[in-house]
């Protein structure tokens, strides 16, 4: 079976400016529990995050007081192959390619291979 990587694409929705970040917080650990490095905590993040894990396992947590309430979190998460391989053949007469990942770190151990080819009467331009 293969490994897969987690990527936690989270987007609190602490919308208050009043949010006591100190008080109410999602944390994130790169494995099955607290005892496990921890790969953020975070509270008031309007535009979103995004937490990549190291193995095919994320712990997350939420915490609360008992003092004010908010809106809460949202999240999704994907997952994708631990070591990705591409290879792709590019026929189009024009297109783009780019690193696995993009815009995002892309993994270790990877090997990346393009053929782009078009019909004999063209020339490419690769920018």
Known sequence: MPWFKIVFTCCPSFTSIRTECGYDY?????????????LGWFCYQPDGIVVRSTSNTMYVTFSSD????????????????SHAQCVETLTDLEGSLQSPF????????????WLIQVPDEYILQLR
């Open 26 to 38: 999602v944390t994130v650990y790169d494995g099955s529990g607290v005892l496990f490095p921890q």
């Open 66 to 81: 008992s003092m004010v309430t908010d809106q809460g979190f949202y999240a999704t998460y994907t997952s994708m192959l």
């Open 102 to 113: 993009y815009p995002f770190n892309y993994t270790n151990n990877l090997l990346c291979t």
